[in-house]
Nanobody, 128 residues
Framework: QLQLVESGGGLVQSGGSLRLSCTASGFTLENYGIGWFRQAPGKEREGVSWITRSGHDTTYADSVKGRFTIARDNAKNTVYLQMNSLKLEDTGVYYC?????????????????????WGQGTQVTVSS
């Protein structure tokens, strides 16, 4: 079965850190560009961070720039999202998505861009 599985979410105090993992099952993640997205209650899903197939290019939403780091470990078939200095507004369900398309990074960040696979999400709750 081809799927993405997120893990690493949880409850953390404001200022704390979490590391999310996105692991592929049934396919090789190194052939895919990856995006991390989040959705807070009552809000639309928003893009957080992206990494290309090679891992050489990454980009971040302004709201997380300087606090979050995306990285991939192809040997483990996993992409990580290290989240530091967490804020209350970082609370939400975090999803990873994978695309096999050979496109520029800025395509992947567009709301119309379609991904091949989505994970089921992992909850991140930041408390005061």
């Amino acid at each position: 079965q081809l799927q993405l599985v997120e893990s690493g979410g949880g409850l953390v105090q404001s200022g704390g850190s979490l590391r999310l993992s996105c692991t592929a099952s049934g396919f090789t993640l190194e052939n895919y560009g990856i995006g991390w997205f989040r959705q807070a209650p009552g809000k639309e899903r928003e893009g957080v961070s992206w990494i290309t197939r090679s891992g050489h290019d990454t980009t971040y939403a302004d709201s997380v720039k300087g606090r979050f780091t995306i990285a991939r470990d192809n040997a483990k078939n996993t992409v990580y999202l290290q989240m530091n200095s967490l804020k209350l507004e970082d609370t939400g369900v975090y999803y990873c998505a994978a695309s096999s398309a050979l496109v520029p990074m800025n395509y992947m960040t567009q709301p119309w861009f379609e991904y091949d696979y989505w994970g089921q999400g992992t909850q991140v709750t930041v408390s005061s």
